[in-house]
């Protein structure tokens, strides 16, 4: 970047006095030819506005150090609330537990009626002959499929923190898929602010998957914890504004949905279709979309 005489404009704007800060530290020899050439109220100019830059980012850097310094202790707060059970319990572990036959309704505390509510549900299900609709990643049910929907920004932050946490003012966001809003809110949870800025201007599930991998700060056992509460969110969401897929979910009444992938979390853990009239006992993979589905269908039909 060089800055010609001609081109300095009377008085100086921010504009030049920046290019010329740039041109110092990459051309000096041209900036000091440029700089004999000033006149002592440009210069006076210059300096003023060199001041005043130099302030304002002086002032940026402490204001992100203050949001890196607050994004840390509310991680920590996350970390250590998994590790002591603090944060209570979560979908995903009544899921675990559906799945221990070892595991009673009696054993269970009832400090979360709800999650005890599903676990009698789901338990009750598999005592029956159940039976099974399988999906998989090309059907409208699965995370990729371009389903938009709107959602809040963010399920962990309260709406008034918003701008101090994440600097977004917005409380609503659209998401074009259950894939989008499931990583934007991951990003969100380790309050990688650039990662979830990318993934919601990114609409190409190859490129969303390149994007998760390289979330900032990601703790499994802090995402484990939130992971399922987050897909639900989005699922439920996701077929409350969109009445194409209730018409598609009242098809499956009476059926457990299955998600036929080789994801050991999401999908039964098999190749896609192979699942098909395998046993749940012998499935690799937890199934927890599937399950998450299940209950969504059943909480928004009345019934199973």
Same mark, same amino acid.
């Given at each position: 970047?060089?800055v010609k005489f001609e081109e300095?404009?009377?008085?100086?704007?921010?504009?030049?006095?920046?290019?010329?800060?740039?041109?110092?530290?990459?051309?000096?020899?041209?900036?000091?030819?440029?700089?004999?050439?000033?006149?002592?109220?440009?210069?006076?100019?210059?300096?003023?506005?060199?001041?005043?830059?130099?302030?304002?980012?002086?002032?940026?850097?402490?204001?992100?150090?203050?949001? *890196?310094?607050?994004?840390?202790?509310?991680?920590?707060?996350?970390?250590?609330?998994?590790?002591?059970?603090?944060?209570?319990?979560?979908?995903?572990?009544?899921?675990?537990? %559906?799945?221990?036959?070892?595991?009673?309704?009696?054993?269970?505390?009832?400090?979360?009626?709800?999650? %005890?509510?599903?676990?009698?549900?789901?338990?009750?299900?598999?005592?029956?002959?159940?039976?099974?609709?399988?999906? *998989?990643?090309?059907?409208?049910?699965?995370?990729?499929?371009? %389903?938009?929907?709107?959602?809040?920004?963010?399920?962990?932050?309260?709406?008034?923190?918003?701008?101090?946490?994440?600097?977004?003012?917005?409380?609503?966001?659209?998401?074009?898929?259950?894939?989008?809003?499931?990583?934007y809110q991951k990003a969100n949870?380790?309050?990688?602010?650039?990662?979830?800025?990318?993934?919601?201007?990114?609409?190409?599930?190859?490129?969303?998957?390149?994007?998760?991998?390289?979330?900032?700060?990601?703790?499994?056992?802090?995402?484990?914890?939130?992971?399922?509460?987050?897909?639900?969110?989005?699922?439920?969401?996701?077929?409350?504004?969109?009445?194409?897929?209730?018409?598609?979910?009242?098809?499956?009444?009476?059926?457990?949905?299955?998600?036929?992938?080789?994801?050991?979390?999401?999908?039964?853990?098999?190749?896609?279709?192979?699942?098909?009239?395998?046993?749940?006992?012998?499935?690799?993979?937890?199934?927890?979309?599937?399950?998450?589905?299940?209950?969504?269908?059943?909480?928004?039909l009345g019934e199973y």
């Amino acid at each position: 970047m060089i800055v010609k005489f001609e081109e300095i404009t009377s008085p100086i704007t921010a504009q030049i006095v920046q290019q010329m800060m740039q041109m110092e530290k990459e051309h000096p020899q041209a900036w000091n030819e440029l700089w004999v050439m000033l006149s002592r109220s440009q210069i006076r100019q210059y300096k003023s506005l060199r001041r005043e830059i130099a302030s304002n980012a002086r002032a940026s850097e402490l204001e992100k150090k203050s949001q *890196d310094k607050l994004h840390a202790e509310h991680l920590l707060h996350y970390q250590i609330g998994v590790s002591r059970g603090d944060l209570g319990c979560y979908i995903e572990f009544y899921f675990d537990l %559906v799945n221990d036959a070892q595991v009673k309704t009696e054993h269970l505390t009832y400090d979360a009626p709800g999650y %005890v509510k599903l676990f009698q549900q789901f338990r009750e299900i598999q005592s029956l002959d159940e039976t099974f609709y399988y999906f *998989d990643s090309k059907h409208a049910f699965a995370f990729n499929a371009d %389903v938009s929907f709107s959602a809040p920004t963010s399920l962990f932050i309260e709406k008034n923190l918003l701008e101090q946490y994440l600097g977004v003012s917005t409380t609503e966001t659209t998401f074009q898929s259950l894939l989008q809003f499931t990583l934007y809110q991951k990003a969100n949870l380790f309050f990688d602010l650039q990662s979830a800025s990318s993934i919601l201007s990114e609409a190409d599930n190859s490129q969303l998957q390149l994007l998760n991998a390289n979330i900032r700060c990601f703790d499994e056992a802090v995402w484990k914890h939130f992971r399922s509460e987050v897909v639900y969110q989005g699922c439920k969401q996701r077929f409350l504004q969109n009445q194409h897929l209730i018409t598609q979910l009242e098809k499956t009444r009476g059926q457990t949905l299955a998600y036929s992938s080789e994801d050991p979390v999401w999908g039964t853990g098999l190749p896609n279709l192979a699942s098909n009239n395998v046993p749940r006992v012998y499935w690799e993979g937890k199934n927890l979309l599937g399950q998450i589905l299940t209950q969504v269908r059943i909480e928004l039909l009345g019934e199973y």
